[in-house]
């Protein structure tokens, strides 16, 4: 076990920050490690949701986790957008920032998904520039998820763990590992998740997400919208051992249960931790 | 002309444009890889030299997972905006009508919350279409709600403050609105649709009727209120920049009411009241001599 590049810390267990929980946050002013908000839903509002985030980030550590950064994307950076992700983690303190490896549109257009990128070395080169060049504008290391996946591309030159892998080696950021996402697109590609989560660089990883899925049989979409399912619990358990304690965060998107039920499944993910942890110790 | 082969030079960019184009395509997945614009890319044939079969679904069926998810992520979020113009059409008609505007007004910014920006201009465009008129209207209803939840917040002018106004400066007075209002002249009534769709009870009837409608924000709750023309006009003029007095004196003339005087004093103070007003600006010269208006404009506070 090691600790993690940049010693951020170990902030415990996290759920998403949803409008539905706003109320029984504030009132109730649950027992958490920290939040993570989704940062585009803060970006251009002076509304209710920046208000309470406002408040929830006095009494909480907040992590921003954004879906519009494209890093992947062959279209210009968008430095607008930048500069108010740098703004909003200012006045969050965010602990870190972090998004996915993926594009999400080309030509001006946001299709507003994490489609997936060819796993060649053109774009292993293109994607770190770009971390690197957005790095520098926010004057902090950022954190990238792996993503789920439904298609492979056929030129693909190497698996997704090695090019996640070499990319935070080679632009210097942190991991995200999305162990749901580890469990969906093993499914759907057919290789062992094991195998991806031992090709990880334990350094890089700063924190984990947990969710429950929907299977359809001959996929499993990542819908955020169920419990954790109990092969993502042991892979989890696997993926502690290695890393050691991280920042660990439940997302439920869809479906969304009351507090008690998502906060469950938080205790539920401290006890895998703990009981791992030790176990590795 | 299309290339043979897809693999010879497929760069990153054109694997994006191809995917992309085949996602957003409105017409099913076989239809989106035939498409000009996806074939410019890769020819239709040549899928697999792009896309990997797994072991259960095909080239084409895979692409098809993220086809099917774009139009309901996009009908997810323009529905959680416009929920009343998605209770009035139902569940396809709404589908159909997100798959159509998002083809004409595709998102471009890193926010979905701002996906139905063009919503009312795209029913003002739909000019074959026989309700267009009146989801123009429940659009923009439903847009002015969306924009001031978002707005800045704004200081708000309190009654305490109106009354220390020297009263020689009132009727010169401007007020200057919050940023969390919209003021809406419709051409139907759709507050019944409003209610309906935030109850779950059947949508009415569209009527066409002209209605008035302030939509503006207090303590981080959206509000609206149904004016009169009477009470929409005087209510925009002073938006609008107008002297307090000048507003006053022309919504008493256009009003027929024996105590229009009292009427129009009553609007005011609900709106005061209401913190549809965020500061007044009164001209230092103003308060030096009596002023038109400047009777009528005293009893405001």
Sequence with gaps: MSRNRWDHPDLGLGVGLRTAHFAHILSQRPELGFFEVLTENFLDTGGRPLFVLDQIAERYPIVMHGVSLSIGSTDPLDFDYLRKVKDLARRTKAAWVSDHVCWTGVLGRNTHDLLPLPYTEAALRHTAERVKAVQEFLERPVVLENPSTYLEFTPSAMSEWEFIGRLAEEADCGLLLDVNNVYVSAFNHGYDAHEYIDAIPVDRVCQYHLAGHTHKGTHILDTHSDHVVQEVWELFGHAVQRTGPRATLLEWDASIPPFEVVHAEVLKAAAWREREVSRAA | ?301
């Design chain 2, 1 to 301: 002309m299309p290339p043979e082969g897809a693999s010879s030079a497929l760069g990153l960019d054109r694997v994006q444009r191809w995917l992309q184009a085949v996602i957003v395509h409105p017409g099913c997945v076989a239809d989106a890889l035939a498409s000009a614009e996806a074939r410019v890319e890769v020819p239709t044939k040549a899928i697999e030299e792009v896309v990997r079969p797994s072991w259960s679904l095909t080239a084409v069926e895979r692409v098809e997972v993220y086809h099917g998810m774009y139009l309901l992520r996009m009908v997810e979020a323009l529905e959680s905006d416009f929920p009343a113009v998605r209770h009035f059409l139902g569940e396809e008609a709404f589908a159909e009508l997100v798959r159509d505007y998002v083809e004409r007004y595709p998102s471009r910014s890193y926010t979905l919350n701002r996906l139905g920006d063009h919503l009312p201009q795209f029913f003002a465009e739909e000019v074959d279409r026989p309700d267009a008129a009146f989801l123009h209207d429940l659009a923009r209803a439903e847009l002015a709600a969306t924009e001031v939840f978002d707005e800045e917040p704004s200081p708000v002018l309190e009654a305490e403050a109106l009354r220390r106004v020297p009263q020689l400066a009132l009727a010169q007075a401007r007020l200057r609105p919050i940023d969390a209002l919209r003021l809406l002249e419709l051409r139907h009534t759709v507050v019944g649709h409003l209610e309906a769709a935030k109850h779950g009870r059947p949508a009415p009837r569209p009527r066409r009727r002209r209605s008035h409608l302030a939509v503006y924000r207090r303590d981080y709750t959206v509000l609206r209120r149904e004016m009169t023309g009477d009470e929409y006009g005087m209510l925009s003029a002073l938006v609008a920049g107008q002297p307090l007095g000048e507003a006053i004196g022309a919504a008493a003339l256009r009003l027929r009411a024996a105590r229009r005087e009292e009427t129009v004093f009553r609007w005011f103070r609900s709106w005061v009241a209401e913190g549809l007003f965020s500061a007044i600006d009164c001209e230092p010269e103003a308060a030096r001599g009596s002023q038109p208006g400047m009777t009528a404009a005293s009893r405001m506070g």
